[in-house]
C-alpha cells in the first residue's frame, strides 16, 4: 500500500502553527506591552518572557535531538527554564522570540520534507518516531501559549480584540 501522507503533513503544520484547536504563538504575543514581558502574575508564577524562553529550549532541543545524533540534551528540568533575571532587554527578547520562530520554522520544515518518513524510527532515538517529536513540539507549545494567556491576563494585558482571532 501506498501512502500519501500528504493531507497528514498538512495537518501537522496547522497543529504546529496554532492554526487549529489553540492560539499562535504570535497571537499569545501580540500587544505585550514591554514593560511587562518579565513581569510574573503571582508567586510560583512564570512570566511571559520565561514561558516563552522555556518553549525556545524545549523546541530546540526536541528539534536538534531529532536531527542530530551528537546532540546533548540540557539537564532537566534546571537547564529547560531561564535564570531567573530582574532586568530583560530588548537584545534578549528578540533572541529569544527569533530563535523560537526560526527554529518552528525548521520544524515545519522538516514536516513537509519528502525524504523524512514521519511514521520512521530516528535511527539514534530511542525508538522515538519523526512523527512523535512532531507531537511533542506541537503538544508542548500548544500548553505553554495557553500559559501565556492566562498570564497576560492576570496582568491586565489582554484585551477583547484577542478573543476573536483566537
Same mark, same amino acid.
Given at each position: 500500500?501506498?501512502? /500519501? @501522507? /500528504? !493531507?497528514?503533513?498538512? +495537518? ?6 496554532? #492554526?487549529?484547536? +489553540? *492560539?499562535? &504563538? ?12 518579565? &513581569? ?5 508564577? +512564570?512570566? &511571559?518572557?520565561?514561558?516563552? #524562553? ?14 542530530? *545524533? ?7 528540568? #534546571? ?22 520562530? *526560526?527554529?518552528?520554522?525548521? &520544524? %515545519? /520544515?522538516? %514536516? +513537509? @520534507?519528502?525524504?523524512? @518518513?514521519?511514521f520512521a524510527k530516528i535511527p539514534h532515538g530511542n525508538d522515538h518516531t519523526y512523527l512523535r517529536q512532531v507531537f511533542l513540539v506541537a503538544d508542548h507549545n500548544a500548553y505553554h501559549v495557553g500559559q501565556i494567556i492566562r498570564t497576560r491576563k492576570s496582568l491586565g494585558n489582554w *484585551?477583547? #480584540?484577542?478573543?476573536?482571532? !483566537?
Amino acid at each position: 500500500m501506498v501512502l /500519501n @501522507d /500528504n !493531507i497528514l503533513r498538512e +495537518h501537522l503544520k496547522d497543529l504546529l502553527r496554532g #492554526e487549529q484547536a +489553540h *492560539a499562535k &504563538v504570535e497571537r499569545a504575543l501580540f500587544g505585550l506591552k514591554p514593560e511587562i514581558r518579565n &513581569v510574573r502574575p503571582g508567586t510560583g508564577l +512564570h512570566s &511571559v518572557w520565561e514561558l516563552i #524562553e522555556h518553549m525556545r529550549i524545549a523546541q530546540e532541543d526536541i528539534l536538534r535531538y531529532t536531527l542530530d *545524533a551528537s546532540w546533548i540534551s540540557p539537564d532537566w528540568p #534546571e537547564e529547560y527554564w531561564p535564570s531567573n533575571i530582574n532586568t530583560l532587554t530588548e537584545e534578549m527578547w528578540v533572541t529569544t522570540t527569533s530563535s523560537f520562530f *526560526a527554529d518552528l520554522d525548521k &520544524v %515545519v /520544515n522538516l %514536516v +513537509h @520534507d519528502p525524504d523524512i @518518513d514521519l511514521f520512521a524510527k530516528i535511527p539514534h532515538g530511542n525508538d522515538h518516531t519523526y512523527l512523535r517529536q512532531v507531537f511533542l513540539v506541537a503538544d508542548h507549545n500548544a500548553y505553554h501559549v495557553g500559559q501565556i494567556i492566562r498570564t497576560r491576563k492576570s496582568l491586565g494585558n489582554w *484585551a477583547k #480584540e484577542n478573543e476573536s482571532t !483566537i
